[in-house]
């Protein structure tokens, strides 16, 4: 329950990063003071997506949503794509009480962005700065986030068994971590270079891990994002993608995407086959026979409309007493063999999650 709430928390956040009130909106784009486009909005003059609202502190996001005042819909402001070396030191809040300086600062527009997930300050590497909320939505989300690839210097010299933890999983204080893909880069005396790739992330997720298996962090950088890799940028400066850079993006997601579908198809199929005891089932070299299916002991069709249809390449047996069209999963009863969920997330070091996207200060703990 911990681990969902601060799932929920997390998406609220995002969605008030990646959103503004409309009264702000409308003035913005020059339509009247905030105080004029607030009486706009409540005598009912303003639509958002072909809705009228008249509820003041409504937020929208105006790269994706249509905004019309009387009928006459606002322009939408261009989408801007920035990736940034985020120097030690930079905080990834757009707001900062203290005045620290802050990655927004980084990217030359008027226009109003936001960092997709976070990094801590004490963390540096590469992160995606947008206007862009449907698509940060996209990468930050749970179910769908993109590999984060991240170099670790940390102190000692991990051996293979430490290694292997971090990629089975440890526990932290919202369950059990781990990392997609560790490697050594190098050894040097008294300390080891690592690459680690996460596909979730929690707040300084890769800290807290290597923590636990006895292993201090001495520096952390991000250096991809998915298709996106940081090179030779500079700390402190910033890339504008083009349309080629956020189509890698989305493939990238849209992978993830069909991943995680085909995840939750094998689920079910599991759930279903495994909720029922009406067929017996042996296996006989290569194929498998399915005996004892008739009307009275076969599944129901709740079961088989459970999304158990055979994805392309599966065996099938139907079995000649089945009703017309049932279908009966064949030779291949691991469900589960080559095939790989996904786990979202973002964190930054811990942000969202990853270790990546590590909390802003206001995360540390």
Do not use: C, Q, R, Y
């Given at each position: 329950m911990a681990a969902e709430q601060t799932d929920a928390d997390d998406s609220a956040a995002e969605a008030e990063v990646?959103?503004?009130r409309l009264q702000k909106v409308l003035a913005a784009a020059g339509i009247a003071s905030r105080r004029e486009c607030e009486e706009l909005i409540v005598s009912g003059r303003v639509e958002v997506d072909r809705q009228t609202v008249v509820k003041l502190g409504t937020r929208v996001d105006p790269v994706n949503q249509e905004v019309r005042v009387d009928g006459v819909a606002l322009p939408r402001p261009q989408r801007l794509y920035y990736?940034?070396?985020?120097?030690?030191?930079v905080v990834t809040t757009n707001y900062?009480?203290?005045g620290r300086a802050r990655v927004i600062d980084l990217v030359p527009t008027d226009q109003r962005v936001?960092?997709?997930?976070r990094l801590d300050r004490t963390s540096e590497g590469?992160?995606?700065v947008t206007n862009d909320g449907a698509l940060a939505n996209l990468l930050t989300h749970p179910r769908f986030g993109v590999e984060k690839t991240y170099w670790a210097l940390v102190d000692g010299h991990p051996d293979n068994h430490t290694l292997d933890k971090l990629r089975e999983g440890v526990h932290i204080a919202e369950?059990?971590?781990k990392a997609s893909a560790v490697h050594v880069k190098r050894r040097?005396?008294?300390t080891t270079e690592l690459v680690i790739v996460l596909d979730e992330g929690r707040n300084r997720q890769i800290r807290r891990m290597l923590a636990r298996v006895g292993h201090k962090v001495l520096r952390l950088k991000r250096i991809a994002v998915g298709p996106l890799v940081l090179g030779d940028l500079p700390a402190g400066a910033c890339r504008r993608l083009g349309p080629q850079d956020v189509e890698l993006l989305m493939e990238a997601i849209r992978a993830k995407r069909k991943q995680a579908a085909k995840a939750r198809r094998l689920a079910k199929r599991a759930k279903a086959w495994d909720a029922t005891e009406t067929y017996a089932v042996s296996d006989v070299g290569d194929e498998t026979d399915v005996a004892d299916l008739t009307d009275e002991n076969a599944m129901s069709e709740d079961s088989w409309d459970m999304g158990m249809e055979a994805d392309d390449g599966d065996d099938v047996l139907i079995a000649d007493d089945a009703p017309l069209g049932r279908k009966m999963p064949g030779a291949v009863l691991d469900w589960?063999?080559?095939d790989e969920g996904d786990e979202g997330g973002e964190g930054d070091e811990g942000g969202q999650g990853d270790e990546g996207d590590e909390g802003d200060e206001d995360f540390e703990g």
């Open positions: 990646t959103t503004e990736i940034v070396h985020k120097p030690v030191g900062d009480p203290s936001f960092p997709v997930g590469l992160i995606l369950g059990k971590a040097n005396p008294g589960n063999e080559g």
